[in-house]
């Protein structure tokens, strides 16, 4: 990671709240691009997925371009954003983990490697903490994002929203309020099973669209009119309350949010 990248995480770490889309507007100029080794030049050997539970395939004609898992392969080219409160671990059960274990809690930890392309295709295998009555504890979150944000556009695959997993695309100017000037539709999956606990969430971007599904259920479509590469980020947070009323579900703590594994495809 360059000097560059590591000082706008320290800009990031610095505001007040850890809010979400704030961060998002400062994280680090530049996407890293994957090498040419690593995109199987020469004689390296093609990446090759790991297994995702009942989940939906990739597009024929797709290729492996980043495949990362945690259980094996512990923290990789993940980096934790700095002065996080909530803790980051690794366990060769589960993969990635970030417990909140009270309020006023977050992390983000995302990857250095991983390119989400204007033709991608991800899956993550994800555990999603329950809240009471199937709701969607606290505010996890498995997106991907553009420099400049929101410009470069957001992707969020899976975000709490007030107790609901749901996905929704950010993009246009940034606003005097921090946000984004366009936000489109939520699409939310049910309450229970269906959106917590342990999940493939999986995602389509071509055409300027973004589709999702969590296993095999079919989530929803949204634009993203912008083909800029993203980066992805996994996270979790536990309030406060009024840090983004309109992402945080029930505060549960101790919880722990888990992303096992993570590949991305891009079109051949």
């Known amino acids: 990671m360059t000097h560059t990248v590591k000082g706008a995480y320290k800009q990031i770490a610095a505001l007040p709240g850890g809010v979400k889309a704030v961060m998002a507007s400062l994280i680090a100029a530049g996407i890293a691009a994957l090498g040419f080794f690593s995109a199987g030049g020469f004689n390296s050997p093609a990446l090759a997925a790991p297994p995702f539970p009942n989940s939906v395939s990739a597009p024929a004609g797709y290729q492996v371009t980043y495949a ?92 709490g929203q007030e107790g609901r ?10 606003q005097p309020n921090g946000h984004a000037s366009v936000n489109s539709v939520s699409h939310c999956g049910p309450l229970g099973p269906s959106s917590t ?3 493939t969430v999986s995602m389509l971007r071509t055409g300027e669209q973004v589709e999702v599904w969590y296993d095999k259920t079919f989530i929803g479509k949204v634009p ?32 722990t949010a888990w992303l096992s594994r993570v590949a991305v495809w891009s079109a051949g």
């Open 68 to 159: 990362h898992d945690f259980t094996t392969q512990g923290m990789g080219d993940w980096v934790t954003q700095p002065r996080a409160g909530a803790t980051v671990s690794v366990s060769s059960s589960y993969g990635l983990g970030v417990e909140v274990t009270g309020e006023v809690q977050w992390a983000e930890v995302i990857s250095s490697d991983a390119v989400i392309g204007p033709n991608s295709f991800v899956q993550g295998l994800v555990y999603i903490p329950p809240g009471p009555n199937g709701y969607t504890a606290n505010w996890p979150a498995f997106w991907s994002t553009g420099s400049p944000w929101p410009g470069n556009g957001e992707i969020d695959m899976l975000e």
């Open 165 to 174: 997993s749901c996905e929704q695309t950010h993009y246009g100017e940034l």
């Open 197 to 199: 606990g342990w999940l």
């Open 224 to 255: 993203l009119p912008t083909t800029a590469d993203e980066e992805l980020i996994f996270q979790n947070q536990d309030g406060p309350g009024d840090s983004c009323p309109s992402c945080n579900g029930p505060l549960v703590f101790p919880s």
